[in-house]
């Protein structure tokens, strides 16, 4: 069993005073069928009833009268209907993270788990806050990624239009210019001529394939297990993401974990509710590897390192975790020092990443030049001496 963590966890930027306790015992049932209800809600609207909960909570007010005030100040929509259901179920006597386990839609497993350990320990407002804490880091992270790709993705898609618009209507012109003069065209040119007459001709085939090839790959990834598994080994391996993928795999798996362990959850239960809220195949392998070892009454730093997915570092600090205690003090670090190390990355390669899309926009764009300009030299040529 974890060792439960009595101290109140610090608060998120922008949390007021906060919110009652739950009924301590409470258990949550996994969600019946047919009660997935209610639309798909961004992460950032949840985070925000996450700490307007945890606020109202600590501050004695009683968990149903909490939802009703937060149903009441929510718009129509989803979400409030969803509030509307928690209230009426916790009021009838429904534990709250059994309510919350109907809508996974908003709530996944990793969430109402917490929720429950909350309520169980009688920590619901410290949980909720935690909670909070790991969905705004999970935000950051992601806007980071974001915010950073913007600009290479703008670049890429100017160039490929203003590519694809100079090899369909531009060069067709030149084709026209070159075929009047009856000049012997040097290499690069006619390979540029052809290659424009091959898009113009099969246009269909150019700009179908990469649209079918994606809605295959998505089809896929949905529907077959060993194409996902092969296609997260392959972004393992690869020279610059695989880096990165494994960093943040290790940052996720790291705070998941030691966030359920701060909140109280066996290890073992820690580990099914991580290996279930995993997206990638390839740590799913790993975790389910992991718990299995656990299980069998072994420690955890061993089978991760047997995993191959985490680095001497990550496993020395779990077993030092596991000897003293604090297992959940060391995933957090672990978690923070490679996010820490991902934000750097990132930055990192995709300020590498933007002048090197300038250099290779600025090399399709002189090669066009330098195909069009030196027949044009020779008909100019040709001109001067009649």
Avoid at 355 to 378: H, K
Wanted: glycine share 8%; with cysteine.
């Amino acid at each position: 069993m974890a060792k439960r963590i009595q101290r109140t966890a610090p608060r998120p930027a922008g949390a007021a005073v906060a919110v009652a306790q739950a009924p301590a015992g409470a258990q949550a049932a996994p969600a019946a069928p047919g009660k997935r209800r209610g639309g798909r809600v961004s992460r950032g609207v949840v985070t925000d009833f996450t700490i307007q909960l945890a606020t109202l909570t600590e501050a004695g007010i009683p968990v149903v009268k909490a939802l009703a005030i937060l149903e009441g100040q929510t718009r129509p929509g989803p979400f409030k209907h969803v509030l509307q259901e928690l209230a009426e179920d916790v009021a009838a006597g429904t534990p709250l993270s059994e309510s919350m386990s109907k809508h996974e839609k908003c709530f996944d497993r990793f969430y109402w788990n917490m929720v429950r350990a909350g309520e169980a320990g009688g920590v619901l407002d410290r949980v909720l806050y935690r909670l909070a804490q790991f969905l705004e880091r999970a935000a950051m992270i992601q806007a980071r990624i974001k915010s950073a790709t913007i600009y290479p993705a703008v670049v890429a898609t100017v160039a490929v239009a203003v590519v694809s618009a100079v090899i369909i209507w531009v060069i067709p012109k030149f084709r026209e210019i070159f075929t009047s003069f009856n000049i012997e065209l040097p290499g690069m040119t006619q390979f540029l001529l052809d290659t424009s007459g091959l898009v113009v001709r099969f246009w269909y085939v150019f700009f179908g394939l990469p649209v079918i090839a994606f809605i295959v790959h998505r089809v896929l990834m949905k529907r077959s297990q060993p194409y996902r598994y092969r296609i997260h080994k392959l972004q393992l391996t690869m020279p610059l993401l695989g880096p990165l993928v494994r960093k943040a795999l290790i940052a996720t798996f790291a705070r998941t974990f030691g966030t359920l362990i701060q909140a109280g959850v066996p290890h073992l239960d820690a580990l099914g509710i991580v290996r279930d809220a995993t997206s990638n195949e390839v740590l799913l392998e790993g975790v389910e590897s992991i718990r299995k070892t656990v299980r069998e009454g072994e420690g955890i730093s061993r089978p991760m390192g047997e995993t191959g997915l985490f680095d001497d570092l990550v496993t020395n600090m779990v077993d030092v975790g596991e000897a003293t205690g604090e297992l959940d003090k060391m995933l957090i670090k672990v978690a923070d020092s490679y996010e820490v190390a991902l934000e750097r990355r990132i930055d990192g390669l995709f300020k590498l990443l933007e002048p090197a899309m300038l250099i290779l926009v600025a090399g399709f764009v002189g090669f066009i030049v330098i195909s069009l300009f030196l027949p044009l030299m020779t008909i100019m040529s040709q001109v001067g001496n009649i």
